[in-house]
């Protein structure tokens, strides 16, 4: 099974700056994906970042304000821009291989911001 | 449209006791992975049991098991022995297609179990 990093694992930041997220997976997975999840909420997947090619956004969500890069095939980063006190949530990098069910998950990057 | 619907919002266990998380699905994809996973207060997901909808048996791992009722669309979640540590938030989630589509996870809205002393 996959283990995935994230960096930071939380950070408290000022409404109007952005944050990169980090997301480091321990060997090559076809698929990596972004979730965010609000403050009692459930999981809400941001895009899928593809391997080489622009990332793919999901209803709601943008590039201007969510920018993903995946430079290869164990590591992505998304970052949050201009950020406003509703983007306060936790974000976690997922990825999965084809031909295996399991999804991995990393341990979450918990933002705060003020 | 893919849909999961956990209708329980909180659920109490006493320890040792076996409980049951629901979780109902809807999907028009004759291929999906059913899944379950546990949230403690950290943060981080850990995956629990997986169930294939071609699967003949019911997924075990453990003290998890999952009763799939193909035709009532369920895939609830049972855990036998409950312990101090199994409070958290759980959650269901679907995947459309087969184990080689790596398709994204759509999520159900959590149960939180807390278990009693």
């Known amino acids: 099974s996959a283990v995935i990093s994230q960096k930071p694992s939380r950070d408290i930041c000022q409404r109007g700056t952005s944050l990169t997220i980090q997301c480091q997976v321990d060997?090559?997975?076809?698929?990596m994906f972004w979730y965010r999840q609000q403050p009692g909420q459930s999981l809400t997947l941001i895009a899928t970042?593809?391997?080489?090619?622009?990332?793919?956004?999901e209803s709601g969500f943008v590039i201007d304000k969510f920018p993903i890069s995946r430079p290869n095939l164990t590591f992505s980063t998304l970052t949050v821009s201009n950020m406003s006190p509703e983007d306060s949530s936790i974000y976690l990098c997922?990825?999965?291989?084809?031909?295996?069910?399991?999804?991995?998950f990393g341990p979450g990057t918990r933002l705060t911001v003020t | 449209a893919q849909k999961i619907t956990q209708t329980q919002p909180g659920m109490f266990v006493q320890e040792k006791e076996a409980v049951t998380l629901d979780c109902t699905y809807d999907?028009?994809?004759?291929?999906?992975?059913l899944f379950w996973y546990k949230q403690p207060s950290s943060g981080e997901m850990i995956f629990l049991i997986y169930?294939?909808?071609?699967?003949?048996q019911n997924a075990t791992e453990g003290r998890y098991s999952l009763n799939f009722q193909k035709a009532r669309k369920s895939a609830n979640l049972v855990i036998s022995a409950s312990q101090l540590g199994d409070s958290a938030m759980y959650f269901c989630?679907?995947?459309?297609?087969?184990?080689?589509?790596?398709?994204?996870?759509?999520f159900g809205q959590g149960t939180t179990l807390q278990v009693k002393p």
């Open positions: 997922s990825a999965s291989s084809v031909g295996s069910y399991e999804q991995y």
């Open positions: 060997s090559q997975v076809t698929m």
């Open positions: 970042a593809n391997q080489g090619s622009e990332a793919t956004y």
């Open positions: 999907t028009s994809d004759p291929s999906y992975g």
């Open positions: 169930q294939g909808s071609y699967d003949q």
């Open positions: 989630a679907m995947r459309e297609g087969p184990t080689g589509n790596t398709g994204k996870l759509i």
